[in-house]
């Protein structure tokens, strides 16, 4: 028996072994990304429930590896967050949402675009200029742009984090916080935040009207949200029936795969074209 506990210490070092060189080599791959051109976004439509007409579409990214094949943001963002990548790869992002923005603006498409911004990003002392500015040199106008901060942006530096997304708000940004209800001390929080949006998490959206405990959840969010005076965005949405109850029960907005998947800028407006004509 003590033969095998040993065996089995070793398999266990071993394994943590390979994934601190797994990792490494990811950063390695990630320091090179931007340069190598293996970033894109993707763009996934809001839908507003009252109005059946897209408002707009959250910025997602998307890293193509030359060998590796798509890596999803959930293994890379990690990583790009501990070793402070994050603040060039999210400066590139909000870059190009902005020019894409830009392009569908002169296009005709006057749509609302939503950036992931985290917490990392916002700890950044320049980060306010920083999207100011960009937005300047693109010509979008504020109300346009809509940052995603999730709950972990308010928790190491409260004061800080309210001063920045209050100057952002001020110039006409909105504030949406993402992932809402997974996080730690949410009502704390969102009464001393500077924030329009509440999104709820696609992990109660999931089993909304199977599960009856999530589907008190949603509605908890919605009633707060409506109190608050606060729009409620529902992520994601996969079938008529959740979309049908989140409309009825008053959620404004929604996205998800019942209505597309998150698509290539080219694909996206294709799709507003053809969805708009139904
Ligand atoms: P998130 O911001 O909560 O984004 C929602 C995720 O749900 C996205 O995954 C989206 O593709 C996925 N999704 C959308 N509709 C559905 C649906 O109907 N069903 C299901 N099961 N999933 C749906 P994705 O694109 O893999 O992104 C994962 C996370 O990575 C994001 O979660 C966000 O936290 C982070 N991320 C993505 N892009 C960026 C970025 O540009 N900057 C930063 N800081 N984080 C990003
Ligand atoms: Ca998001
Ligand atoms: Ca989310
Ligand atoms: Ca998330």
């Not at 797994?22 to 439509?45: C, F, G, I, M, T």
């Amino acid at each position: 028996a003590k033969q095998k506990g040993q065996n089995h210490f070793q398999f266990y070092v071993a394994s943590i072994d390979k994934e601190i060189r797994d990792r490494k080599l990811l950063e390695k791959d990630l320091s090179k990304a931007l340069k190598n051109h293996e970033l894109y976004l993707v763009y996934q439509p809001q839908v507003n429930l009252e109005t059946g007409r897209i408002i707009g579409a959250e910025a997602l990214i998307r890293w193509q590896h030359p060998e590796r094949g798509l890596v999803p943001p959930d293994e890379f963002i990690p990583v790009a967050e501990a070793n402070g990548s994050i603040v060039e790869i999210g400066q590139w992002v909000l870059e190009q949402a902005c020019w894409q923005a830009a392009r569908w603006a002169s296009e005709g498409l006057a749509l609302r675009i939503a950036v992931n911004l985290s917490a990392v990003q916002l700890r950044q002392g320049t980060i306010v200029e920083d999207i100011l500015s960009t937005l300047a040199r693109h010509k979008i106008p504020a109300g346009r742009l809509e940052l995603e901060v999730t709950e972990t942006s308010f928790m190491t530096n409260l004061a800080d984090a309210v001063d920045k997304l209050r100057a952002l708000h001020r110039a006409g940004i909105s504030i949406a916080v993402d992932d809402f209800g997974t996080g730690y001390s949410s009502l704390t929080y969102l009464k001393q935040m500077p924030v329009q949006h509440l999104k709820i998490d696609k992990q109660f959206i999931r089993d909304l009207l199977v599960n009856e405990e999530d589907t008190r959840i949603a509605n908890t969010i919605i009633d707060l949200g409506r109190s608050l005076n606060l729009t409620v965005v529902a992520e994601g949405v996969e079938t008529a029936e959740q979309e049908y109850y989140l409309k009825q029960r008053g959620c404004k907005l929604a996205q998800g795969y019942y209505f597309s998947k998150p698509l290539p800028a080219r694909e996206f407006e294709t799709f507003v074209q053809s969805f708009h004509q139904k």
